[in-house]
C-alpha cells in the first residue's frame, strides 16, 4: 500500500503542476492583452494632445456661393483621412454636422477640400494649410460658426462675420 500512495501522491503532483501551468499561461496572456490595449490607449491620447489644429480665415466666395475656411495643422503629427473630419457649419448655438462629399459633386449640407501645401495627398501635415469648401444647405445668418474634429480627437472652433462687398 505505501507503494500506491507515492505513485498517487506523484500523479497528484504532476497534475498540480500542468493545473499551474495553465492558469499561469492563461495569467500572463491576459495580462498581455491588458498592456496592449493600455499601450494604444496611450498613443492615441498622445497623438490626441501633439494634433493641434487652427481655423486661420474663413469667408464666403459669392462668385461660386460657398462658405471657404482655411485651417492649419499646427500640431506635431499628421491628420491621416481628411475626409473623416467632422465638419460643423452654422449660425453659433444652431451648427449642423456637414457631411464629406465622396462623388465630386458638392451639394447643400456637404464639404470638400483642397491641400494648399503639402506633399502627400489626403494626408494633413504638420505646418499645412488646407481650404475647406462648405456648401451651406440652409441660410445662415451673420455671424458664422465652423468647428473642425479631427478623427484624433483634436478640436477647434471660431466664429466669423461676413460683410458682403
Not at 103 to 116: H, N, Q, R
Request: net charge negative; charged share 20%; glycine share 8%.
Amino acid at each position: 500500500m505505501g507503494f500506491s500512495s507515492v505513485v498517487v501522491e506523484g500523479i497528484i503532483l504532476v497534475a498540480a503542476v500542468i493545473a499551474s501551468a495553465v492558469v499561469a499561461a492563461t495569467i500572463v496572456e491576459r495580462v498581455s492583452v491588458i498592456n496592449d490595449a493600455l499601450r494604444q490607449s496611450m498613443k492615441q491620447q498622445a497623438n490626441s494632445i501633439m494634433t493641434r489644429i487652427s481655423i486661420v480665415y474663413a469667408t464666403y466666395d459669392t462668385t461660386v456661393g460657398l462658405f471657404v475656411v482655411y485651417a492649419k495643422n499646427i500640431g506635431k503629427y499628421p491628420v491621416i483621412g481628411l475626409d473623416k473630419l467632422n465638419v460643423y457649419f452654422g449660425e453659433y448655438g444652431k451648427a449642423d454636422l456637414y457631411v464629406y462629399d465622396r462623388d465630386g459633386v458638392l451639394v447643400p449640407g456637404e464639404w470638400s477640400y483642397i491641400e494648399v501645401s503639402g506633399s502627400e495627398p489626403e494626408v494633413w501635415e504638420p505646418g499645412e494649410t488646407i481650404k475647406i469648401y462648405i456648401y451651406n444647405s440652409t441660410v445662415v445668418n451673420s455671424p458664422f460658426y465652423v468647428k473642425i474634429y479631427t478623427p484624433s480627437g483634436s478640436w477647434t472652433e471660431e466664429e466669423f462675420v461676413f460683410i458682403p462687398r
